[in-house]
């Protein structure tokens, strides 16, 4: 049985895997720490990687959970990376995101506006698409804390990697709004795919996942 590590998306947790179907693999979920001031990506991945047991280890990725894949790549040998809504380089995060580095609202703007902001369009941003996902939604918004968020969108829009490797594969929707296909270069297209897939479109992703993993 195969230890597959999950890594979760911005201030989420492993409810956004939930919904997957599992079988035959040992699930192991990455949990975001409190970073320290200004914290870089290196350094927090080396952090990250203390709750990782398994030699040559599987990891799969959602948004920035992918990104921080592909910085622990750098670590540790790993087997294999399976990116969801993700990028695999800073190429492919849209260039809109670097107005971040200039203007910084994430460091400056109330969180409490920045809340009621995810709340508003995060709907539209993640593609949530029913009752139950935009619940989800709304509890992880909640749910993250101010000091994680405005050190994470600082990461996100500083992002430097340039390596992709051989050992990802990438599964992007054609409907994500968060991070457009057109920036991106997936492997597997899911069609119709938002941001949130992992859980609306939790049995696909499920399909590709065992495929992936069985030829691992």
Known sequence: MQDVYFISGLG???R???????????????????????????????RLTDQIQTPDPILVGMSMGGMMAMEIRKLIAVKKIILISSAKTAREIPPYFRLL???????WISYRLLTWLGLTFGGWL?????????????????????????WAWQRVATWKNKDTGNDVLHLH???????????????????????LMVV?????????????????
């Open 200 to 216: 609306n479109k939790a049995e696909e992703i499920s399909v590709h996942l065992s495929r992936a993993l069985k030829t691992s």
């Open 101 to 107: 580095r200039i203007f910084k609202g994430h460091e």
């Open 173 to 195: 929707g054609d409907k994500d709004h968060m991070l457009p296909i057109y920036f991106l270069k997936p492997d597997i297209v899911i069609s119709g795919g938002t941001h």
């Open 16 to 46: 956004l895997f939930q919904y997957l179907n599992l079988q035959d693999i040992r699930p192991h979920f990455i949990r975001w720490i409190t970073p320290e001031k200004n914290e870089p990506w290196e350094h927090y991945a080396r």
């Open 126 to 150: 993640f593609g949530t698409t029913c009752r139950a996902d935009k619940q989800l939604l709304k509890e992880i918004i909640h749910d993250t804390d101010e000091t994680f968020f405005r």
């Open 12 to 14: 989420a947790d492993l």
